[in-house]
Protein backbone atom coordinates (compact mmCIF):
# COMPACT_ATOMS: atom_id res chain seq x y z
CA UNK A 1 0.00 0.00 0.00
CA UNK A 2 2.38 2.50 -1.14
CA UNK A 3 1.64 6.08 0.50
CA UNK A 4 2.88 8.11 -2.70
CA UNK A 5 1.28 7.70 -5.95
CA UNK A 6 2.28 9.58 -9.04
CA UNK A 7 3.85 12.41 -6.79
CA UNK A 8 1.21 12.50 -4.54
CA UNK A 9 -0.28 11.19 -1.50
CA UNK A 10 -2.82 8.20 -2.35
CA UNK A 11 -5.65 9.06 0.17
CA UNK A 12 -6.89 5.61 0.85
CA UNK A 13 -3.40 4.65 1.68
CA UNK A 14 -2.39 7.84 3.96
CA UNK A 15 -5.31 6.86 6.14
CA UNK A 16 -3.86 3.43 6.12
CA UNK A 17 -0.80 4.71 7.08
CA UNK A 18 -2.13 7.01 9.41
CA UNK A 19 -4.03 4.50 11.09
CA UNK A 20 -1.18 2.38 11.68
CA UNK A 21 1.21 5.42 13.24
CA UNK A 22 -1.84 6.27 15.40
CA UNK A 23 -2.16 2.63 17.05
CA UNK A 24 1.61 1.25 17.00
CA UNK A 25 2.45 4.75 19.15
CA UNK A 26 -0.47 4.30 21.41
CA UNK A 27 0.82 0.65 21.53
CA UNK A 28 4.15 1.76 22.91
CA UNK A 29 3.16 4.71 25.27
CA UNK A 30 3.76 7.10 22.81
CA UNK A 31 2.38 10.57 21.38
CA UNK A 32 3.98 9.83 18.14
CA UNK A 33 6.30 7.25 16.65
CA UNK A 34 8.85 10.25 15.32
CA UNK A 35 8.03 14.11 15.52
CA UNK A 36 4.96 15.00 12.98
CA UNK A 37 6.54 18.40 12.70
CA UNK A 38 9.32 20.54 11.57
CA UNK A 39 10.44 24.23 12.33
CA UNK A 40 13.87 26.26 11.71
CA UNK A 41 15.42 29.51 10.84
CA UNK A 42 16.36 29.70 7.91
CA UNK A 43 19.25 32.23 6.54
CA UNK A 44 17.01 35.00 6.09
CA UNK A 45 16.00 34.58 10.10
CA UNK A 46 12.58 33.73 8.99
CA UNK A 47 10.49 30.70 10.90
CA UNK A 48 10.19 28.16 8.80
CA UNK A 49 7.61 24.78 9.75
CA UNK A 50 5.28 22.58 8.55
CA UNK A 51 4.22 18.77 9.02
CA UNK A 52 5.92 15.66 7.82
CA UNK A 53 4.48 13.11 5.95
CA UNK A 54 2.83 10.33 7.96
CA UNK A 55 5.37 7.41 5.65
CA UNK A 56 8.62 9.48 7.01
CA UNK A 57 7.27 9.48 10.42
CA UNK A 58 7.09 5.57 10.16
CA UNK A 59 10.33 5.52 8.33
CA UNK A 60 12.06 8.03 10.26
CA UNK A 61 10.91 5.89 13.77
CA UNK A 62 12.27 2.29 11.76
CA UNK A 63 15.69 3.88 11.27
CA UNK A 64 15.95 5.60 14.46
CA UNK A 65 19.41 5.37 16.21
CA UNK A 66 19.70 2.81 19.71
CA UNK A 67 23.16 3.17 21.06
CA UNK A 68 21.71 2.54 24.03
CA UNK A 69 20.45 -0.73 22.73
CA UNK A 70 23.68 -1.44 21.21
CA UNK A 71 25.75 -0.54 25.08
CA UNK A 72 22.98 -2.87 26.55
CA UNK A 73 24.43 -5.12 24.24
CA UNK A 74 27.71 -5.09 25.22
CA UNK A 75 27.24 -4.78 29.06
CA UNK A 76 25.20 -8.20 28.40
CA UNK A 77 28.03 -9.53 26.62
CA UNK A 78 25.70 -9.92 23.65
CA UNK A 79 27.40 -10.42 20.41
CA UNK A 80 25.12 -8.15 18.23
CA UNK A 81 24.68 -4.64 16.94
CA UNK A 82 21.99 -2.32 15.83
CA UNK A 83 22.33 -0.20 12.58
CA UNK A 84 19.95 1.42 10.18
CA UNK A 85 16.73 -0.88 11.20
CA UNK A 86 19.25 -4.28 11.58
CA UNK A 87 19.98 -6.51 14.16
CA UNK A 88 23.26 -8.18 13.33
CA UNK A 89 25.94 -10.66 15.06
CA UNK A 90 29.12 -9.23 15.49
CA UNK A 91 31.95 -11.00 16.85
CA UNK A 92 35.08 -8.78 16.90
CA UNK A 93 34.95 -5.55 19.44
CA UNK A 94 37.93 -3.64 17.57
CA UNK A 95 36.19 -4.32 14.32
CA UNK A 96 33.13 -3.28 15.67
CA UNK A 97 34.32 -0.05 17.01
CA UNK A 98 37.17 0.39 14.12
CA UNK A 99 35.11 -0.41 10.97
CA UNK A 100 31.84 -0.95 11.30
CA UNK A 101 30.39 1.40 14.09
CA UNK A 102 32.30 4.33 11.97
CA UNK A 103 30.99 2.96 8.61
CA UNK A 104 27.17 3.45 9.92
CA UNK A 105 27.70 6.89 10.90
CA UNK A 106 29.21 7.87 7.92
CA UNK A 107 26.48 5.74 5.04
CA UNK A 108 23.81 7.51 7.27
CA UNK A 109 23.06 10.63 5.05
CA UNK A 110 20.26 9.98 2.23
CA UNK A 111 22.47 10.04 -0.19
CA UNK A 112 24.92 7.71 0.65
CA UNK A 113 21.23 5.10 0.96
CA UNK A 114 21.87 2.33 -1.78
CA UNK A 115 25.43 2.25 -0.04
CA UNK A 116 23.54 1.07 3.37
CA UNK A 117 20.82 -1.24 1.53
CA UNK A 118 23.88 -3.03 0.04
CA UNK A 119 25.58 -3.75 3.16
CA UNK A 120 23.12 -4.31 5.47
CA UNK A 121 22.08 -7.11 2.56
CA UNK A 122 25.66 -8.21 2.53
CA UNK A 123 25.86 -9.08 6.36
CA UNK A 124 22.50 -10.85 6.61
CA UNK A 125 23.45 -12.81 3.93
CA UNK A 126 26.93 -13.89 5.59
CA UNK A 127 25.12 -14.26 9.27
CA UNK A 128 22.00 -16.42 7.50
CA UNK A 129 24.47 -18.35 4.99
CA UNK A 130 22.94 -16.79 2.17
CA UNK A 131 24.43 -16.48 -1.09
CA UNK A 132 27.46 -14.41 -2.24
CA UNK A 133 27.77 -12.00 0.38
CA UNK A 134 30.83 -10.18 -0.98
CA UNK A 135 28.93 -9.55 -3.94
CA UNK A 136 26.65 -6.80 -1.81
CA UNK A 137 29.22 -5.82 -0.25
CA UNK A 138 31.50 -4.74 -3.40
CA UNK A 139 28.01 -3.04 -4.97
CA UNK A 140 27.92 -0.76 -2.03
CA UNK A 141 31.68 -0.09 -2.62
CA UNK A 142 31.12 0.73 -6.53
CA UNK A 143 28.04 3.08 -5.17
CA UNK A 144 30.08 4.94 -3.50
CA UNK A 145 32.52 5.23 -5.90
CA UNK A 146 30.30 6.57 -8.37
CA UNK A 147 28.89 8.75 -6.15
CA UNK A 148 31.80 10.66 -5.48
CA UNK A 149 32.71 10.70 -9.34
CA UNK A 150 29.16 11.79 -9.94
CA UNK A 151 29.46 14.70 -7.43
CA UNK A 152 32.89 15.56 -8.05
CA UNK A 153 31.68 16.43 -11.74
CA UNK A 154 34.37 13.49 -12.91
CA UNK A 155 31.64 11.22 -14.19
CA UNK A 156 32.07 11.79 -18.07
CA UNK A 157 29.18 9.70 -18.98
CA UNK A 158 30.99 6.79 -20.84
CA UNK A 159 32.21 5.07 -18.01
CA UNK A 160 31.35 0.92 -18.73
CA UNK A 161 31.97 -0.41 -15.00
CA UNK A 162 33.56 0.14 -11.73
CA UNK A 163 37.17 0.43 -13.34
CA UNK A 164 36.56 3.19 -14.86
CA UNK A 165 34.75 5.91 -12.12
CA UNK A 166 38.22 4.01 -10.22
CA UNK A 167 40.62 6.12 -13.21
CA UNK A 168 38.33 9.08 -12.28
CA UNK A 169 39.15 9.25 -8.80
CA UNK A 170 42.34 8.73 -9.67
CA UNK A 171 42.95 10.94 -12.07
CA UNK A 172 45.70 14.04 -11.73
CA UNK A 173 44.21 17.39 -11.84
CA UNK A 174 46.06 20.56 -10.56
CA UNK A 175 48.84 18.09 -9.52
CA UNK A 176 46.99 16.29 -7.08
CA UNK A 177 44.67 12.92 -6.83
CA UNK A 178 41.52 11.87 -4.90
CA UNK A 179 43.33 8.14 -4.69
CA UNK A 180 46.44 7.18 -5.18
CA UNK A 181 47.92 5.34 -8.12
CA UNK A 182 48.75 2.19 -5.43
CA UNK A 183 45.32 2.86 -4.36
CA UNK A 184 43.37 2.52 -7.59
CA UNK A 185 45.60 -0.96 -7.89
CA UNK A 186 44.40 -2.60 -4.61
CA UNK A 187 40.47 -1.49 -5.51
CA UNK A 188 40.71 -2.84 -9.06
CA UNK A 189 42.28 -6.06 -7.45
CA UNK A 190 39.27 -6.30 -5.23
CA UNK A 191 36.29 -5.91 -7.97
CA UNK A 192 38.46 -8.22 -10.27
CA UNK A 193 38.56 -10.84 -7.24
CA UNK A 194 35.87 -10.46 -5.29
CA UNK A 195 33.08 -8.95 -7.33
CA UNK A 196 33.61 -10.50 -10.38
CA UNK A 197 33.49 -13.44 -10.18
CA UNK A 198 30.12 -13.54 -8.78
CA UNK A 199 28.77 -11.10 -10.75
CA UNK A 200 29.05 -13.73 -14.17
CA UNK A 201 27.48 -16.69 -14.35
CA UNK A 202 30.61 -19.88 -14.04
CA UNK A 203 29.69 -21.23 -17.00
CA UNK A 204 31.33 -24.86 -16.32
CA UNK A 205 33.54 -24.24 -13.83
CA UNK A 206 32.94 -24.71 -10.52
CA UNK A 207 30.42 -21.95 -8.53
CA UNK A 208 32.67 -19.26 -6.73
CA UNK A 209 32.43 -19.43 -2.90
CA UNK A 210 34.46 -17.89 -0.11
CA UNK A 211 35.19 -19.12 3.04
CA UNK A 212 33.53 -17.42 5.84
CA UNK A 213 36.92 -15.53 6.75
CA UNK A 214 37.46 -14.68 3.57
CA UNK A 215 33.38 -13.69 3.34
CA UNK A 216 34.03 -11.29 6.28
CA UNK A 217 37.39 -9.71 5.23
CA UNK A 218 35.69 -9.01 2.29
CA UNK A 219 32.56 -7.30 4.30
CA UNK A 220 35.25 -5.13 6.14
CA UNK A 221 37.22 -4.06 3.47
CA UNK A 222 34.51 -3.10 1.75
CA UNK A 223 33.62 -0.95 4.66
CA UNK A 224 37.35 -0.04 5.66
CA UNK A 225 36.60 1.84 1.65
CA UNK A 226 33.62 3.28 2.04
CA UNK A 227 34.88 4.82 5.23
CA UNK A 228 37.75 6.58 3.48
CA UNK A 229 36.05 7.59 0.60
CA UNK A 230 33.27 9.60 1.90
CA UNK A 231 35.42 10.76 4.52
CA UNK A 232 38.05 12.64 1.87
CA UNK A 233 35.34 13.54 0.18
CA UNK A 234 33.67 15.38 2.80
CA UNK A 235 36.78 17.09 3.99
CA UNK A 236 37.66 17.67 -0.29
CA UNK A 237 34.25 19.51 -0.44
Same mark, same amino acid.
Given at each position: ??????????????????????????????? /? #??? %??????? &?? =????????? +?????????????? /? #??? %??????? &?? =????????? +????????????????????????????????????????????????????????????????????????????????????????????????????????????????????????????????????????????????????
Amino acid at each position: MPYWRDGKAHESNKKLWENVESRLSMELGLQ /E #LSP %RTYGYYN &PQ =NVWISGTWP +TDKVCKDWVLAEFN /E #LNE %RFRRAGV &PL =NYHNGFIQF +TSDKVVEDEIVQPFWEVVSDKKWENVSIDMAEAIDRRDTGGRDPAFYAAKALESVIKIVSDDKGWTRGTEKGAANYIDNLVAERNGSRFIGVWEKDLLIAFFSKVRNQFGHGPGAEPMPNLSEEQTSWAIECAMSWCKSLIERHRHAA
